[in-house]
């Protein structure tokens, strides 16, 4: 997994890089949690989505954001860091011109990042949103969502407990031609310990069924 630098609005930023065979070949943007709370690239869920693509082809990117690791910069709220994976799909866009699909992925504080990318770049046509703290930060911006995607969480989540992340998806599956794919991993907290396996899976499934047309699972628990 190569490591890249490219430019960000706020100087370097370092990231790991997976080409695709493909000319086609779809691509995929990681984001990581909180960045003042521990989160960087390497961050095991991050890492487990990270080979989920890249052993589907994808050309995919994880990166950190400004002020971690060898990026430069230093935390701006959010507002900065939404700013950073812009730059990232940039890069990505850039050396893959034709992609037949178009993934972001996120965790946590990346999924709230994730989320907002969403809003602002309509050539996005998939996400994967793992644990988003929908108690802590606002998603009202999703109004409506742009395209069908993935949430999966864990019902013993401490520190975003589950039926925050419920009243969200109810708001979002109201939404005419929107499918969220709500997935509830039993007995997982909020960084999967124990059960990184579960979630692996699920993201698995759903990434097949969107490349390939395959029907999904539609678990909406699993152990």
Same mark, same amino acid.
């Given at each position: 997994? !190569? ?5 960000? @609005? ?15 070949? !779809? ?5 990581? @949690?909180? !960045?003042?709370? $521990? ?14 693509? =890249? ?31 812009? =730059?990232?799909? %940039? ?14 992925? $996120? ?17 996005? %046509?998939?996400?994967?949103?793992? =644990?988003? @703290? ?8 999703? =109004?409506?969502?742009?395209?069908? $995607? ?30 969220? %794919? ?18 692996? %899976? ?12 395959? @029907? ?8």
């Amino acid at each position: 997994m !190569p490591e890249v630098l490219f430019a960000g @609005p706020a100087g370097r930023l370092e990231g790991r890089y997976k080409q695709g065979k493909s000319p086609t070949a !779809p691509i995929a943007i990681i984001l990581h @949690p909180h !960045p003042q709370h $521990g989160g960087t690239m390497n961050n095991k869920v991050c890492y487990a989505m990270y080979n989920i693509f =890249a052993e589907r082809d994808f050309s995919v990117m994880r990166f950190n954001f400004r002020g971690v690791g060898r990026s430069q910069g230093r935390y701006d709220r959010g507002e900065g860091e939404l700013s950073d994976a812009a =730059a990232a799909m %940039d890069w990505l866009l850039q050396h893959n011109k034709n992609p037949r699909s178009i993934f972001v992925a $996120g965790f946590s504080f990346g999924a709230w990042i994730g989320m907002q990318l969403l809003m602002r770049r309509p050539e996005i %046509d998939s996400f994967i949103s793992i =644990a988003p @703290p929908a108690n802590m930060l606002d998603f009202t911006f999703l =109004a409506p969502c742009p395209t069908s $995607g993935l949430i999966v969480h864990g019902d013993q989540d401490e520190i975003v407990p589950e039926m925050h992340v419920g009243k969200l998806i109810n708001k979002l599956t109201h939404q005419r031609d929107i499918n969220i %794919d709500y997935r509830i991993i039993k007995g997982g907290d909020h960084f999967f310990n124990n059960h990184l396996n579960q979630l692996n %899976d699920e993201v698995a499934d759903y990434v097949d069924a969107v490349l390939y047309q395959l @029907p999904l699972q539609q678990q909406m628990m699993v152990g």
